[in-house]
């Protein structure tokens, strides 16, 4: 998915199967994500979603490039 296309309050499941569900909490600027490299961070914003009733972070691009579609919170992605 692009980018763009994620918002807050919406449900994605991921490529392949569709088998994981994120929903997300926000997406901000300022948000802290564990970052492993030498380099520096990226200057974009970062998601905060709930899977499986944990929260995590990612950067809006990795987020988007793990989103397969947009799913209904009830909806079955399977």
Known sequence: MKAADIKVGR????RGKGRTRRTVLEIAHGLRV?????????????????????????YL??????CGREVDAGENSA
């Open 61 to 66: 691009s990795s987020f988007s490039q793990w």
């Open 34 to 58: 564990t970052w492993y490299s030498g380099n520096l961070r990226p200057p974009e914003p970062v998601v905060r979603y709930e899977q499986d009733g944990k929260e995590g972070r990612l």
């Open 11 to 14: 449900t994605y499941c991921n």
